[in-house]
Every structure is written in C-alpha cells, then in structure tokens.
C-alpha cells in the first residue's frame, strides 16, 4: 500500500462524506460550505493525477467564483432552514434501498477490476513537455479545436437563456434616468405660480 | 388508348363525386353532370372501339396504379383493353346514357332527384370497373360495388316497404354469390398466387392438372375455381336457384330496372365467364354444368312468367330467362354467340323497359297488366316501339333477337346437347306466350284510361322519355343483322375469347351467312314454334275465343316459383333468423361483447386510472424512477448474460 | 482546418451572432429579424446537401446520411419556426431571442448527428438540452412552463451525469472516445473479461442516457410534464428535432462502435421498446389533456422506432428509418395545427376544448381527422405504412408473440386517437373557437403528404431503403 493509495482513500472518503453533507443539511449556507470542501477535495484528487492545472482552475473557477456567488445569493435571499418533512422520511428507505442495490451492482461488476488492469490513458497526453498545462493547452488548441469551439457556443448558449427566463421588465420599477438628469432645464424644475393676494 | 379508356373509366365516378358534393343544387345541375359524364363514356367507348378496329390492335393489359405490393399477392388498378371490353362498356354506356336520359323525365317528381341519379352513375362506374379490370382484386372491388349500387337503386324509394326487403334479398343473395366469388379468388391465389388475368392465362396449362383435396374430396383445382367464380355469376346473372332476387327488384323506379337488366347488372355474371372462357375452356364438368343451368333456367322461369300479371314483373322473369340462353351459350363454348345475345338483349329488354316505363307513367304507377289496356291508340310510338323489342325478343326473323337467339338455339342442336336443346326450343313458345300477353294486353282491347286523358293523343309522354324509345329501336331491330357476319366468323371477339373455331365451324357448316341463315330459318322447327305460339296467343289473348284450365297444383306450383319463392320468403329467412339469434344474443352480446371486449376496454381503462397515479409530478419521483430503470436495465442484462 | 466543409453548421452559427446584434438595433422590426433567420436555415440547408467528404475532422462526420438527415432537420426547422412566429405573434409572446436559441439548439442537434466520439456527442446534447430548457421555460407568466422547465432542467443534469459516467468508462476501458476506434477495441476484447464487461455497462449508462433524452419507457417519465408545461411551439420543436437527432445518434452508436455488441443490446432495446409501446398506449388512454395525450403517442412511437432497432436487421433497420420519418412528420402536422387554433382565448388545452371544431373551422377538423386517423394506423395513411413494416419486421425475425402484443397496444391507441375524433365532430360544446387564419398552405402540404404518401408508399420506402443503405456504408 503506497502514499498514493492512503490519500486517495482519505480524500475520496472525504469527498463523498461531504458530498453527502451537502444535500442532507437543512441549512443552506452549510450545504454551500460543504459544496466548497467537496471541491477543495475533488481538486487534491486531481493533484493525484497529476494533472495540477485542472485541480487549480476547479478550485479558481468554482470556489473562487461560483461559490462564492452562491453563498452571496443564500445569505441576500434569507433562505429560511429548510424542514425535515415527512415525506423525506418516507421515502429514506426506498432511497437507501436502491442505492444499496446500485452500489451492490457496481460491486459486483468491479471487484478486482482496476488492478490487474495497466491502461493508463492520461499518459497519452503527454505530447509536448512535462507541463500539463502546456500540455493540455496544445490538445485543446489542435486536436479538439472543435469541441472547444462548440463549448464556447454552449456558454453563449448559457447566458443568452439565463437573460432571456430572467430578465422582466417591469414598468413599476423605479429606475433613474441620467440622460434626462442632465438634460434638465430650469424651468423644468421650478415653476413660480403667483400667489393669492389676501 | 390507356389515358382515354381512364377517362373513360373514371368519368361517371368524378360525376358521381360532383354531384356528391353539390347536393343542394338545382335538378338542372345534376341532370348536366351526370348526363354529361356518361355521354363522355359514351363517345369514348366509341371512339376507342372504333381505334381498336381500325388499329388491328391486339389485347392489353395495364397496370395503371399499384396500391399494394404484399408477398401474396398485389392489389393494383389494372385495364384489360381488348374487343371484348370494348364492345362491352360500348353497350353499357349506350344503355346508361339512354336510360339516364329517360330518367330525366321519369323522375322529375321526385325529391331524391339528386340521389337517383347519384346511384346510377355510381352503378355506371362499377360496371365499368368489372368491364376493364384486368385482375381478379379488381373484378371484386367492382363486382361488390355494383351489388353495393344495385341495393342501393332497388331501395331507392326507402319508405316504400316492398322496396326494402326487395333490395335486402338482392343484396342477401348476391352476398350467397359473392362467397363463391370470393373462395374462387382465394383460391386463385392459392393456386396461381397471382390475381392478373393475363398471367393466370398463360400459367393454366400447367396447373390444370393439379389436383387438390379438400375433405377427402380430391378435383382438379382449375374445375374448383370455375365452378366457384360460377356460383357467383350465377347470382349476379340470376339463373337457378339463385334467381329469385331479380323479379322482386322491380321494385326500384323503372329506368333502373332497364339498367339492371340490360346493361349493368346481370350481364356482370355472363361477362366474366366469357373474360375467364380460357380457363372454362380447360375444366371438365363445369360446361356441362353451365349448360344445363342455364337451359332450366330458360325453360322453367319462362314459364314462371305466363302466370304473372305485373307487367314488370313478366319482364323480369323473360330477363332470366334470356339470361338462360347466354349462360347456355357459355356452358356449350359458344362464348361470342353468348355475348351476342348480350348485346342484342341488353337493347331490346331496354326497349321493353323504357317502354313499359312510359306505359306505367301514363297509367299513375299502375302496373297490373290487367287493369291497362287499349293503349294503342293513346300511346301510338311506345307501341310501335313496343312490337319491335317484343318481335326482337320473340326472335322473329331477321331482327337482332333471331340472330342471336335461333344461334343459340340450333348450335346447341348442332352440337348434340339434345336436351338443353329441346328445354331452349321450348321455351321460345314460352317465350311467345308471355310476349304477346303483355302486348295484346295492353295495347288492345278498351282502352283503361280515364276519358279526360283517352283523347289526349297529343301528348303521349315527355318528349324526354320518347326519344330513347326510337333510339333504342333500331339496335333492338337491326342491330344483328350488322354484326352477325364479322361476329360468327370470328373476327369481332378474335383475340379475347376462346373457343372461337367452334362458333366460326357452326357458321361455316351450317349458317354460311346470315341471308341464308334467314331464309333457312322459315324450314326450321324454331320458326314453327314461333309461329304456332304467335297463332296461339292471337286467339288465347286477343280473340279470347277460347280458354285453357290449367290444373290448380300446376299453376301453384309455376306461381310458386318452384318453391322458390317460399324458400326465400319463409324457410331461409326463418332458419336464418333462428342462427343469428343466437349468434346475436349469446355468442355476440354475451361473450364477445360483455364477456371480452367490454371487460378488457374496463380493465384498460381502470389499469390507465391507475397507473396515471406514478406520474406524480414530483420531481424526486421521477428521479427514483429513473434510476431504478438504470438499475433494471443492468439487471435485465445480467440477468440475459 | 477550417475548411468549407463545416458549412450548415458553420452558418448557423456565425448567422445567429449576427442576428443577436442585428436585433439590438431593430428590436422593433422583428419580422426582419425572423425572415433572416429563415433565410438562414435555407441557405444552410441548401448547403447541407452540396456533395462532402467523409471525414474532414476525425470526431466529425460528414458523409451523404448525415447531410440528408441534416437537410430533413432544417427543412422541419423551417416549417417549425414558421408556425413559432405565427403563434408567438398571435399570443403577445414574441421575442426574437426564442428563434435565436432555437437554432442554437438546432445546431446541437446537427452536432450530435455529426459527432463521431462521444466527447462531441456530449457537447451536441448539451447544446441541444440547454436550449430546451430555455424554450420549456419561455413562458414565464405560466407556472406550469417554469416547473416544467425546473424538472427537464434537473432531470436532464442527471442524464447527463449518466451519460458522463457511461462515456468515462467506455473511455477508461478503451482508452478512446472515437467511436471507429471504440469499435476496433471492443472486437479485439475477449467477451470474458473485466474489460468487455466494463465497456458494456458503460454502455447501458449511455443507453439510459439516450433514451431519457429520446423519452423511451421507462425513461419516459418526465416527457408529459414538460410536453404539457410548455407552449405548443415548444412542443412541436422537443417531438420532432432531438427525436430525429437522438434516433441518428442511437443507429450511429449502436452500428457503429457497439456493433459488435448486437447480442446484448438488441435485448435491451427490444425491452424498451415494448415497455415504451405498452405505456405510451395505456396511460394516453384516460388522459384528459391534448398535449399529454399526444405526448404518450410520442412515446409509444418512439417505442416502435426502438423496437424495430433492436431488432438489429436489415428490415429492422429500415422500419425505423422509415417510422422516425413518418413519426416526425405526423407529429409535425399534429402540433403544428394545434397551434393554429385556440378555444375560449386560451391554446388548445383539453380534449374537450375541441368540440364544435367541425362546425366552425371544418378545414382544421379534417387536417386532425386525417392525422389521427393516420397515427392511428389506418390504411391507406402513411401512418398505417411505418406500423406495418415495424410489425413485418418483427414476425420476419420470428417473435410473433411480440407482434401480437404490439397489434393488440395499437389497438388501444387506436381508441384515444379516435376520442379525439370523436370530440371534434360529434360533441356539441359550446366553445369560443377561433384561429389566427383560414389556413395554411404548408400545413395543408403537410397532411396531404400523410395521405399521398400513404398511398404511394413506395416514394417513402425507397428514400429509407436508400438511407439504410448509405448508413451501412458507413459502418463498414
């Protein structure tokens, strides 16, 4: 039993336990953080790899950003503690049930799989340098220009549907107008109405 | 000569759909249409007719539209472009445009104007379909949609109750015909697995010889299948025992009974046993079959008529059997001759139609002979039109009727089938007989109108409903002698009938040509028959001087049909009911009914009542379910592998 | 690299930017905008057909059966978005932003059907899925159309997690994603194991995926919702376009990488399909609502489709071709009058709200009878035809238990498609039925096609015949 191998099982164990936290907690802020460690934890996995520009962009990209985001939106939304209800305890069972099957299935496809087996398909990319990033870069760039090209169309994609489902426009909104700030004129302003003489 | 004979074809259908579409319009719209698309049919028969001769084309067969190409057979719209069906759709669509014609003014008074003349061009159309098909499927499609008009036209006045179950009986016995039509199909395709004319022709050699076994019974599969398709000719040709629908459908408006009669209906049955002559030419038994089924029918339903008072009704009996001597024709191999007498017949019984038409007309639907009479004077053309289809039918010398007819007759003799022919000798007396009853009935003696109309010589009838009379005449009269020559040698019918060198050997040793046929005819025992017939009835009917007792049991029995009559009017109907009843009650409503499709579509419909309930809505559902389908998914593989 | 070959696709794309801009300037005129966007979709299409070479970019396939499905896919673009304008228009609702995300999700469509690995069949879905959430979810002043959007949304992220993890073991037991190369690796791999047993169950992951995304039982469970939940326009592009895609990439998966797994899938595709026939007929039958009826007439359909596929044959093959085609344009007709009508001021909802079409607007009651009575299977409806082969197929392969039960559930169907029939003409209700025009030529095309074409069915048989064959090509 390696290093490799001991942390693997710390941090994946980790991993899922936090991954398990975050759907079970009832408050949303803590569901975020765990979010946040789960990341963190996926990120070591990558690490493991060897693959360090992947696990530092996850934690840039998701911690740094979208995370963070979130969190904001929980705490400015005022996201009242979710409650246990009954039906979540009436269908734990049924869950843990399938799950155990699932699980059970899995085992039973992959018991003593992975060690005999000496594939390593990361290794392949390794075209250029020692440096993943280079690496990665060069790969993106060539040989999956085209999927990199359509991932850029499915973020246009993303942000034209998130401004179309959530922009309104809604005439009672109060907004202010500069152009017509500056645009003003005294008399615009001021109107002298001559007063009633007693 | 493809495109025109569609038109042809489809020409009184697209009628029969304009005149759909626009049933509210005026009685001259619809009268346009639909005189107008058959006058086309007509024209073009013609024309394609005279094409057909000019050309020395040879037969051909078209498949114009394939609907259905399936392993066991294929179900296409095919033309069948010969003399034959030339000749054939040329005196339907003659008698149609004449009879549509005439209706007109037979019907102007009627509230249904529309509908009428919707059914006839429908009829029309059919018959056309049966006239050019080319393959079996098609034959069918046209065979059921002239039965399906035909019930339709019978029954046309629907609150008139006669007219009812007369069109039920009708359409019941065909459906007995139909059935041997269709187990001769089915087993057509057993046999030959194709319904094309042209192919099942040329394959029959080798399968004639094939023998099948059914029940123990083993025949030759060929003789099966001729003997099925001609129980179903049998129906639609009403000859015995199946003809006791054709006098009940005079009930229909009379135009349509010329129709039925001449032209579009019962000649259905003889058309195709001449189409499908080189498959008959092959069996052994069926011919002789044929033959003896048509010479009864000749002889006893003439005699069936003399006992009738209804003027339609004689008619109708006198069609049957004329039908006879065709299907005699046929069942001897004399398959032109048979079609001859087709074509002159469907002339003059539509004379004798048209004619007796008029004469219920003036007399207000009045129809029992003995209640008209001395109409002579009253209606001078019907009468004169008159004499001519009854001496036509009578087969007085040199009209179209003798040529035919005395044809008929002495090849038969010539042949040597002595006892059809003596039965088809006979019944020219018969024949004679009921002829001149009608005739001396109704247009001599006192004259049975009313004074105010006695003197009203001027107007006879619409002038509608006289024109068809003088038209129809000169092919009723002369039409035979035309043709006789080019017919009896072979050449009007020479690629599309078989058999033909025995029709052309009985002309060449016997009739040598038809003046010496009709100069010959007056030293025959025929012309004897005739003539004592004729002399017989001038004293029974016009002289009365003398009066002949007929034995009670004699006369209730012709009067009876043979027993016909009580067999479709009791003992079919009563058994019938007694099946159905039970089929209705308990095998129907109690089993399949209530029992299967009721408790299945219950249980169906509370399974959907309730399984509707997984669809929850909710969105952690649905996610479960999905992946418990995952997992079904791998089990099911596991499971398989 | 960028060569000309890329052209549908590539003027979809750069097109649609500049109608994203243009549209800021004009966002008056939207019409203008609309008719550029057509104008688009024809130019692509006119170019989806220019002859190409197979194989420009090695995990993107242009080959002759890609541009003709690609060219059959515009072409219902075009007369989807037709419809989309005239009902957007007719509801207030009318944003150009609709068209644009439309056709961004049409581009995914074209992508899946191009893709040859999975990492672009992933990124075409994606594309394809985010698009449909926006449309399901357009409608915001109907909580039905969020919710609907909320659950695809959701349950679509779990199908892509599925498919994610089925294509990560193909790739961790190949050491591939393309699909030529996928294919060489799983014929060398011997059927006992770990590896073979791991490259199937990765593709049972990719199968459930897909047939979520297809809407197949017993994946079926979220098309009524949303099919409900959203407007018809919606519905008319999420039952014809992905379908198409997604059968495209089913035959492209299954023939070409895991054909050599026929004996495995075959079973599995033959259970889905049953279970999708057997579901989609039984809970169409008490459904109350137009669009959740039509929706399990999509699944049982789709059932059909899947069914023929299993059954890993040449004739199985073509039935499929042949009803996906069929099923398109019948679902086509169906939606896209539905569209057209609207009853008491709102679209068409609920079976009843049909009744008395026949006495007000007879030119719609007949093109729904004649696509009822098509979807129903009755002869000579083309529709009749595609249920033909597929049974045909079945009893050609000897399972004549199946056939039966297949005939038997068409019966069923048979009933709702007739109730709506029967609503239509013999229900006297009193509904404010009006339409937003006395007809439409391409609709009246449309259902014409369902009658002409099914009695010429030989014109759609040798055009699938024709597609099977340059499928096959492919795969060899």
């Given at each position: 039993m390696n290093i490799e191998l001991i942390t693997f099982i710390i941090f994946s164990s980790l991993l899922i336990f936090t991954s398990i936290k975050v759907i079970t907690s009832s408050n949303p802020v803590l569901s975020a953080i765990n979010l946040v460690f789960s990341f963190f934890l996926s990120a070591v996995l990558w690490l493991l790899l060897g693959a360090e520009f992947l696990s530092i962009i996850l934690i840039l990209v998701y911690v740094g950003a979208v995370m963070v985001l979130f969190l904001f939106v929980v705490m400015m939304l005022d996201i009242n503690i979710a409650k246990k209800n009954a039906a979540y305890i009436k269908y734990l069972p049924l869950g843990i049930g399938i799950f155990i099957v699932f699980n059970i299935l899995i085992i039973l496809f992959?018991?003593?799989?992975?060690?005999?087996?000496?594939?390593?398909?990361?290794?392949?990319?390794?075209?250029?340098?020692?440096s993943n990033t280079e690496n990665l870069g060069f790969v993106l760039f060539t040989d999956y220009i085209l999927e990199f090209e359509i991932a850029g169309l499915i973020l246009l994609l993303g942000i034209l549907s998130a401004i179309i489902l959530t922009y309104r426009k809604n005439p009672n909104n109060k907004y202010q107008d500069p152009a017509r700030q500056i645009d003003v004129r005294k008399k615009d302003r001021l109107k002298v109405i001559k007063g009633l003489k007693e | 000569m493809t495109a025109l004979t569609i038109i042809l074809l489809i020409s009184p259908l697209i009628g029969t759909l304009l005149l759909l579409t626009c049933q509210n319009r005026s009685k001259k719209y619809s009268i346009l249409i639909s005189n107008i698309s058959i006058l086309i049919s007509f024209l073009l028969s013609l024309f394609i007719l005279y094409l057909y001769y000019s050309s020395n084309s040879v037969p051909q067969s078209i498949n114009v539209l394939t609907f259905a190409d399936i392993k066991l057979f294929s179900l296409y719209f095919g033309l069948y472009i010969d003399s034959l069906s030339l000749v054939m759709s040329s005196v339907v669509t003659s008698v149609s445009l004449l009879v549509h014609y005439y209706s007109i003014s037979y019907m102007k008074?009627?509230?249904s104007f529309n509908r009428f003349f919707i059914y006839t061009n429908f009829f029309t159309f059919s018959m056309l379909l049966i006239v050019f098909s080319n393959n079996f499927l098609q034959l069918f499609i046209g065979w059921e949609l002239v039965g399906l008009s035909s019930y339709l036209l019978i029954g046309f006045w629907i609150k008139k109750e006669s007219a009812i179950s007369a069109n039920y009986k009708a359409f019941l016995v065909n459906r007995v015909g139909d059935v041997g039509l269709l187990l001769g199909l089915c087993l057509i395709l057993l046999s030959y697995s194709t319904t094309d004319y042209n192919q099942i022709f040329e394959i029959k050699n080798s399968i004639d010889m094939d023998r099948m076994d059914i029940f123990g019974y083993s025949f030759s599969a060929l003789s099966a299948i001729c003997m099925l398709l001609f129980i179903g000719a049998m129906a639609k040709s009403a000859q015995v025992p199946l003809q006791f629908w054709l006098p009940d459908s005079m009930e229909g408006p009379t135009p349509i009974s010329a129709l039925i009669h001449a032209a579009t209906m019962v000649t259905a049955g003889i058309y195709m046993v001449a189409r499908l002559s080189p498959l008959y030419e092959l069996t052994d038994g069926v011919l002789i079959f044929i033959l003896y089924i048509g010479s009864i029918t000749a002889f006893f339903l003439g005699l069936v008529a003399l006992v009738q008072n209804d003027i339609k009704r004689i008619i109708a009996y006198s069609t049957i059997s004329q039908l006879g001597y065709m299907t005699a024709a046929l069942g001897a191999s004399l398959y032109s001759l048979a079609m001859f007498h087709l074509i002159t017949h469907a002339f003059f019984k539509a004379l004798l139609f048209l004619c007796a038409g008029s004469i219920i007309i003036k007399c207000h639907h009045e129809q029992d002979i003995r209640k008209i009479a001395g109409l002579r004077k009253v209606m001078p053309i019907t009468y004169l039109a008159f004499l001519y289809a009854s001496l036509s039918l009578i087969g007085f010398p040199l009209t179209s009727g003798f040529y035919s007819k005395e044809s008929i007759i002495d090849a038969v003799g010539y042949f040597g089938h002595t006892i059809p022919y003596l039965m088809l000798l006979l019944s020219i007396f018969t024949t004679t007989l009921y002829t001149s009853k009608i005739f001396f009935k109704v247009f001599?003696?006192?004259?049975?109108?009313?004074k105010s109309e006695e003197n009203n010589f001027k107007i006879e009838n619409d002038r509608q409903m006289l024109l068809p009379l003088f038209v129809l005449t000169a092919p009723a009269v002369f039409l035979g002698l035309f043709i006789y020559d080019p017919l009896m040698m072979g050449l009007l019918f020479q690629d599309s009938l078989a058999a033909n060198e025995l029709t052309i050997s009985f002309y060449n040793n016997y009739v040598i040509n038809s003046l010496n046929f009709f100069l010959h005819s007056f030293m025959t025992i025929n012309f004897l028959i005739l003539f004592a017939g004729l002399i017989f009835s001038y004293f029974y009917f016009y002289k009365r001087s003398f009066d002949i007792s007929i034995p009670r049991f004699i006369r209730a029995v012709i009067e009876k049909e043979y027993g016909f009559d009580s067999l479709s009017r009791y003992f079919i109907p009563r058994i019938q009911n007694n099946i159905s009843r039970f089929l209705w009650k308990d095998i129907d409503i109690s089993t399949i009914d209530n029992g299967l499709i009721n408790n299945t579509s219950n249980i169906i419909n509370s399974l959907s009542n309730k399984v509707k309930?997984?669809?929850?809505?909710?969105i952690y559902h649905y996610s479960l379910i999905i992946i418990s389908a995952l997992i079904l998914l791998l089990i099911i593989m596991r499971i398989a592998h | 690299m960028f060569d000309l070959f890329y052209i549908p696709e590539i003027i979809l794309s750069i097109g649609i930017l500049l109608v994203i801009v243009i549209d800021l300037y004009i966002e008056k005129q939207k019409y203008f905008s609309y008719l550029l966007i057509q104008f688009l979709i024809i130019l692509a299409s006119f170019y989806a057909l220019t002859e190409v070479p197979t194989h420009a970019y090695s995990s993107y396939e242009f080959s002759k059966f890609t541009s003709l499905i690609k060219f059959l896919l515009l072409v219902g673009a075009l007369i989807i978005f037709h419809y989309t304008y005239r009902h957007l228009n007719y509801l207030n609702n009318l944003k150009i932003e609709y068209f644009t995300i439309s056709v961004l999700g049409l581009i995914g469509t074209m992508i899946m059907i191009s893709a040859y690995s999975l990492l672009m069949l992933y990124l075409g879905i994606e594309l394809l899925s985010l698009a449909l959430y926006a449309l399901i979810g357009f409608n915001k002043a109907s909580k039905l159309s969020s919710e609907a959007a909320i659950k695809y949304y959701i349950l679509g992220a779990m199908s892509s997690g599925i498919l994610l993890f089925g294509i990560s073991l193909i790739y961790g037991f190949t050491g591939s994603i393309d699909y030529f190369e996928i294919a060489e690796q799983i014929s060398s791999v011997n059927n006992n194991s770990v590896q073979f047993l791991g490259i199937i169950f990765g593709m049972i992951f990719i199968t459930a995926s897909l047939c979520f995304k297809f809407g197949a039982a017993p994946f079926h469970i979220w098309v009524p919702d949303i099919y409900q939940g959203s407007l018809v326009s919606t519905t008319i592009l999420l039952s014809t376009l992905p379908k198409v895609a997604v059968f495209v990439v089913f035959l492209k998966l299954y023939f070409i990488p895991f054909i050599t797994l026929a004996f495995i899938w075959s079973d599995i595709l033959i259970f889905i399909g049953i279970a999708s026939i057997v579901i989609g007929s039984i809970f169409a039958l008490t459904q109350e609502n137009m669009k959740r009826l039509l929706a399990y007439s999509a699944i049982s359909n789709i059932g059909f489709i899947i069914l023929a596929m299993g059954l890993v044959t040449d004739d199985g093959l073509n039935a499929s071709l042949y009803y996906t085609i069929v099923y398109s344009f019948t679902a086509l007709a169906s939606f896209g009058i539905i569209t057209h009508i609207t009853s008491n001021s709102h679209g068409i909802e609920d079976i009843s709200d049909l009744a008395g079409l026949s006495k007000t607007h007879p030119y719609f009651a007949i093109l729904i009878l004649i696509t009822m009575l098509s979807s129903a299977g009755?002869?000579?409806?083309i529709g009749f035809h595609a249920k033909l082969m597929v049974i045909q197929a079945l009893i050609n392969n000897s399972y004549i238990i199946l056939s039966v039960l297949v005939v038997l559930m068409t019966v069923i169907s048979a009933y709702y498609y007739l109730r709506i029939i029967k609503t239509i003409y013999f229900e006297n209700r009193e509904n404010l039925i009006s339409t937003y025009t006395r007809n439409n030529i391409l609709l009246s095309i449309n259902v014409i096609l369902l009658l002409g074409l099914g009695v010429f069915p030989f014109i759609m048989f040798d055009i699938t015949s024709y597609l099977a064959s340059i499928l096959v090509d492919i795969s060899i």
């Open positions: 992959f018991i003593n799989t992975f060690e005999n087996i000496n594939y390593n398909a990361i290794s392949s990319i390794n075209i250029i340098s020692e | 008074h009627d509230r001599f003696g006192k004259c049975s109108l009313p309930k997984l669809q929850t809505g909710y | 009755i002869p000579p409806l």
